[in-house]
């Protein structure tokens, strides 16, 4: 049966040691798993689990067109070799907290499982909101100019904003959705890596004022465009992100897109403690560490600036 986040939060040690709460390796890289797995972007990226919270990732590839002509008897004394390179990644230190009175307890209609009910709601938001801050993260948010999401987004430089400045962008300049804008993107991604792995990330809304657009045009104009071109422009599929921005659209390899984790993943719980037992409470955290990267900047096409337009 598999071990869930709702039995990893409910079997944790009501105790006030220092090291209660620590995961097994393999129960923080099963909770970590399906955390992510919550959105559909997070169930599509990769994922990296380390030891230390900052550090290098290897990267190892190959050159084109290294095959060579034969000639018998010969040998020209030619050798292929690797490319080796690394990524670095600085895990940043996250929380969760949240706490229950004992009072819900008694009362709601689920009685003690309520416990995993809330906890299955955590865990699921703790996996939104991370997938949501490797989108839109970005520490460079001037501190003076406080919105209500900057104390969130400051934790991290998000894959949109590393994209806009080591990817390829494309300039929309606020014009609504068209034909045009999909291969512009196409122009801007260099041909080594459109091997079919590539797809387009956009919000929801963004895929229904395209297939708007297209229906508009169906009607007035009489146009003949395919249905596989309206769900998939040059035949490349969509990834719908709720958490997405309206004004942009990434065209890369999922894949391409990394999570990285440690293994010191900590879930604790306390019923115990004066304060607990004063304020008739059960108290509760989730703390982990994530950072997120981008393999190959330059297998990245960004574009900004669009109108989406009612």
């Known amino acids: 049966m598999p071990y869930s986040t709702r ?39 990769s994922r990296e689990t380390r030891t230390e919270r900052t550090g290098e990732i290897d990267k190892i590839g190959i050159d084109r067109r290294i095959l060579r002509k034969k000639i018998e008897n010969t040998d020209d004394g030619k050798r292929q070799g690797m490319n080796f390179s690394k990524l670095e990644y600085a895990c940043k230190s996250l929380r969760l907290p949240w706490e229950i009175t004992e009072e819900t307890f008694r009362e709601n209609i689920e009685g ?69 804008m999909w291969f512009d993107m196409l122009a801007a991604m260099p041909t080594k890596y459109n091997t079919g792995n590539l797809r387009w990330i956009c919000n929801p809304l963004t895929i229904q004022q395209w297939q708007k657009k297209l229906a508009n045009g169906d009607f007035n104009n009489g146009s003949t ?10 035949d490349i599929e969509f990834i719908k ?3 997405f ?33 004063m304020q008739d409470k059960r108290f509760y955290v989730i703390h982990f560490d994530m950072d997120s990267i981008i393999e190959e900047p330059d297998a990245v096409v960004l574009l900004n600036n669009l109108n989406l337009k009612a």
């Open 7 to 45: 039995q990893i939060v409910k079997d944790t040690q009501t105790t006030s040691t220092v090291t209660s709460g620590l995961l097994k390796p393999f129960q923080a890289k099963k909770f970590l798993q399906q955390t992510f797995d919550s959105s559909v972007l997070g169930s599509l990226v």
């Open 112 to 180: 003690e499982n309520y416990e995993n009910i809330v906890a299955g709601m955590m865990t699921k938001q703790v996996g939104l909101d991370s997938i949501d801050l490797c989108l839109n993260g970005d520490e460079s948010i001037d501190s003076s100019v406080e919105t209500q999401d900057a104390d969130f987004l400051k934790i991290d430089t998000g894959w949109i904003k590393q994209a806009s400045t080591s990817g390829h962008v494309v300039d929309n300049a606020k014009k609504n959705v068209s034909v045009d």
């Open 225 to 234: 465009i395919g249905d596989a071109f309206r769900k998939a422009p040059g």
């Open 241 to 243: 992100e709720p958490m």
């Open 245 to 277: 921005p309206k004004d942009s659209i990434m065209l890369c390899d999922p894949k391409n897109l990394h999570i990285v984790n440690t293994y010191n993943v900590k879930i604790r719980k306390d019923a115990t403690s004066k304060e607990a037992i």
